[in-house]
């Protein structure tokens, strides 16, 4: 019973920190597109510092006028929120089932990561970066 409670109330915490996630992005992206029209210098130093921890602002191709005006426009807040809607709440807890997160082949199609599990045989996901 015990274990079933502490589930419950990791994934009560799971969920709470995603809604505080998605309403402090909210917040960054209205201060943000705010202080682009009332304070663009201020806006720009902000953007900076978001593109080192990125690393966009360490690479010297990129300048800013090519990369930070894209933190202000609704097409990069609706790819963030779509990245953070498919996931929502989902973590994995010892010794309960991983959970079913959307994935995208290679080739493209959409499946889930249920999909490759295989009878009682152990699933292995590797993660890495292709940059």
Same mark, same amino acid.
């Given at each position: 019973? *015990?274990?079933? &409670?502490?589930?419950? $109330?990791?994934? $009560? ?6 809604i505080y996630m998605l309403h402090l992005l909210l917040f960054q992206f209205c201060v943000l597109n705010l202080?682009? &029209?009332?304070?663009? %210098?201020?806006? /720009? @130093?902000?953007?900076? /510092?978001? +593109? ?10 990129? @300048?800013f006028e090519d990369w930070a005006p894209s933190f202000t426009t609704a097409r990069f807040l609706l790819a963030?929120?779509?990245?953070? *809607?498919?996931?929502? +709440?989902?973590?994995?807890? &010892? %010794? ?16 889930? &990561?249920?999909?490759?599990?295989? +009878?009682? @045989?152990?699933?292995? $996901? ?6």
């Amino acid at each position: 019973m *015990w274990t079933a &409670v502490g589930f419950t $109330l990791r994934r $009560l915490k799971v969920y709470l920190s995603s809604i505080y996630m998605l309403h402090l992005l909210l917040f960054q992206f209205c201060v943000l597109n705010l202080l682009v &029209v009332l304070a663009p %210098g201020l806006a /720009r @130093r902000i953007m900076l /510092r978001l +593109g080192v921890k990125s690393t966009m602002a360490l690479n010297p191709l990129f @300048r800013f006028e090519d990369w930070a005006p894209s933190f202000t426009t609704a097409r990069f807040l609706l790819a963030v929120l779509r990245g953070c *809607w498919s996931c929502f +709440g989902d973590s994995a807890f &010892v %010794g309960f089932r991983a959970p079913d997160t959307p994935l995208i082949t290679m080739k493209g199609d959409k499946t889930s &990561v249920h999909q490759f599990i295989r +009878g009682n @045989r152990p699933l292995i $996901l590797s993660f890495g970066s292709c940059t």
